[in-house]
């Protein structure tokens, strides 16, 4: 039988700086999370409701979003244990968080080492277990969640982390839940298992988020543009630069996961989640600048169909329109973002990039093709 071990504090490998944009901060995080009452909150500071105590399981937890969401889960009195293979530390003092804070949090999180793929293992220690409710934070293939579904026969709610990816490209935008999926697209595993949760008998929500951004994010979103902008390097983007997306806050989408536990209006439902407006990739340049405090970037536009890059990605975003409606969330859920798009890149590159910290080293190699050959004239 898998043990659960109670993860105790670790020494922060780096001081936590006061911020006026971190909603880590101790008194922050401590007028945040009070029960049966609504004080007045900074913007973006994570709140939740009070509800009765479950025993949860997160299938991931140690990354991005399973961070912030851990801790809203915890802070609201559920006994939350985190699924892991045990590679990287099961918590991390944050940004801004306070070392009290941060001891509470860690004493009372607990950890099931395993490898998800490992049917049988996943089947048996489940079961033995008996958990209330199911986050599956990183859950890419259907036949990843069988066996937990499996395991766990009286399951009150499955709630899993799909993406926005795996719409059907069209002209007709927005995206809404109810448009046609795409069953050649990379996320085509999601959307399988989106199926098999609609063909069991079990009480499931996905929640669809487009591109998630904010601190400790593991894909180069905005630390994309903040290593151009801090190198004072002209930003390369493709074609016109018009192409609209749409960006969400990673602790915008770590309230809407709270907000659909026990729902009944998210029973057996699909959600969009994202951020309130969107964005040109141009726009998006500037105000990354805006938010580091960075003077306003110089543009080169460029024909991704002029360049041979190899395996490398010269640009973050898919070259194309790409958002969707959150009008069904904010309706049924009552849930609606905290951040607009500045507000939430400051919070970011306040509470990481503007640190000294990020997941991936600058590597101009793309962008230096590009600027090679829109700047030496052509013959």
């Not at 105000?287 to 395996?311: I, M, R, S």
Request: charged share 25%; aromatic share 12%.
């Amino acid at each position: 039988m898998a043990s659960l071990v109670a993860i105790q504090p670790k020494q922060p490998s780096f001081s936590v700086l006061p911020s006026s944009h971190s909603d880590f901060n101790g008194a922050r995080l401590i007028s945040s999370f009070q029960y049966k009452r609504k004080p007045c909150l900074s913007k973006g500071a994570l709140q939740v409701t009070a509800s009765s105590e479950k025993k949860i399981l997160i299938m991931g937890g140690t990354r991005f979003i399973g961070v912030f969401l851990s801790r809203l889960l915890v802070k609201e009195g559920h006994q939350v244990t985190l699924f892991t293979r045990g590679k990287a530390p099961i918590s991390q003092q944050l940004p801004g968080e306070s070392d009290q804070d941060y001891a509470e949090f860690s004493s009372k999180l607990l950890h099931l080492k395993g490898d998800r793929m490992d049917f049988d293992f996943v089947k048996s220690s489940l079961s033995a277990e008996g958990y209330d409710v199911v986050y599956d934070i990183n859950g890419r293939e259907a036949t990843e969640v069988e066996p937990i579904l499996d395991a766990l026969p009286n399951l009150e709610q499955y709630i899993y982390c799909s993406s926005a990816g795996v719409y059907l490209k069209t002209d007709y935008l927005p995206h809404f839940e109810a448009d046609a999926g795409d069953p050649k697209s990379r996320h085509k595993g999601k959307l399988e298992t989106e199926s098999l949760l609609v063909s069991r008998d079990v009480n499931w929500t996905s929640l669809r988020p487009v591109y998630i951004y904010g601190p400790l994010n593991y894909n180069p979103v905005e630390e994309w543009f903040f290593h151009r902008l801090k190198a004072g390097r002209p930003i390369p983007i493709p074609n016109s630069g018009m192409q609209i997306t749409q960006l969400g806050h990673v602790k915008d989408l770590a309230k809407a996961f709270v907000q659909v536990l026990g729902n009944e209006k998210a029973s057996k439902q699909v959600f969009n989640i994202s951020g309130e407006k969107y964005v040109t990739f141009d726009g998006l340049a500037k105000a990354c600048a805006k938010a580091g405090g960075f003077p306003e970037p110089e543009l080169v536009h460029y024909n991704p169909k002029e360049f041979d890059f190899g395996k490398k990605k010269a640009f973050p975003f898919r070259d194309q329109h790409f958002f969707t409606s959150i009008e069904k969330s904010k309706a049924l859920l009552g849930w609606k973002p905290d951040f607009d798009l500045v507000e939430g890149l400051t919070d970011s590159y306040n509470l990481d990039f503007g640190r000294g910290t990020f997941r991936k080293a600058a590597d101009f190699s793309t962008d230096d093709m590009i600027l090679e050959k829109k700047l030496v004239p052509q013959s």
